[in-house]
């Protein structure tokens, strides 16, 4: 049998703490050995009792034993564990490691840990936004610490904003992954792509559609799944089967995207619209099938929502919004034009004078246009494969 896995759990003092007791059973019952490391202020939000219970390990609590002694536990358990979780960690805490500050049981065992490091961020959603926090934020990810973002939401403070740990299920996610050495990197982001057609209604039954088939946009979801993203897709009239451990909203309409979009956006990190969405809708659908009792007839079409250009009036610094263009002529320009009027940070172009590019087909040849003008060219490539690339360029932009 193999020996089991120890996580060395280190707990600060914020409310999330509650959590880090399901933390704990989680790991536990996965077969996980898991070694507490407490500050002070993490036992006013939760006993040592009931760390000792779930974790059926002494909680480590200060360097110095009530004897007196000087003790060296710290050292030992960052020998014999295999990973470190910090969860939740506040941003003192954060501050502590980014500086080497060295003054309790946590900051101590951080210090002498040279394995791979997970930290959960719980604050205050201005705390969290606090340049001072963000930046030593940054210093760890530089010498490789891996951060699980929080998440958006209610907080404790009474606040809605960004700061609320991630949930256990997430943490012990990412950790299992570390642990196995897979490709983390964008465990915690959360990414929206848009696929396929929108359908306009005529009537009950007929409506305006296109040729998407959403490969494309499924292929790129698939591609951020597979990274360890939370990917929800909001998808169009398509009969392709949604990719794996993908959240799939099915949406008819340019109207009904658009509500799905604006819903969503604040809490995504990465939006990509591959969607094609109609650019036009029947002034009004009839309620009934209409007959075809007149020789000719008119249908008046008035402009849909461009929801990419919304998406762009409320994106954040932070965000990074990705645009697709379907152009026939004056390629570079017009997707360059598209890519500043919608406030993008990258735009993917399709030219329908390659062969073998465009709706119909299972592959695609595309240019990336990035806010500074500067253009990668790819070739000819299978879809599954210009995901990758789509993937890879957003990911490099995401400066993780
Ligand atoms: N798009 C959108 N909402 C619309 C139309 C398009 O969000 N109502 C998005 C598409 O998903 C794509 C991008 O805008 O990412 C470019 O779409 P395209 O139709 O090529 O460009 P338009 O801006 O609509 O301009 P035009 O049709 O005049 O070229």
Redesign the pocket.
Known sequence: MQAKKKILLGISGGIAAYKSLLLIRLFVKNNYEVKVVVTKNALEFVTPLSIETLSKNKVYKDVFESTGEYSTDHISLTDECDTFVVAPATANVIGKFANGIADDALSTSFLAFNKPVLIAPAMNSKMYEHKSVQENMQKLKNQGVEFIEPNSGELACGYDGKGRMSEPEEIFQKTESMLKGENTSLVGKKIMI?AGP?YESIDPVRFIGNYSSGKMGYAIADEFAKKGAEVILISGPVAIESPAGVYRKNITS?EQ??HE?VRWMPEMDVV????????YRPKSSAEQKIKKTDPQMDLPLV?????????GTMKSEKQIL??????TENEIA??TK?LH??NLDI??LNSLNDQGAGFAHDTNKISIIDSDEKIKEFELKSKNEVAQDIVLHIVEKMKL
């Open positions: 848009t929108t340019a995207m658009f979009c990509v619209m591959a969607a094609a969405v109609a650019d402009k849909t929502v461009d929801i990419l250009s919304h998406l990705c645009g697709f263009a379907l152009e017009n997707a598209k009027n919608k735009i993917v």
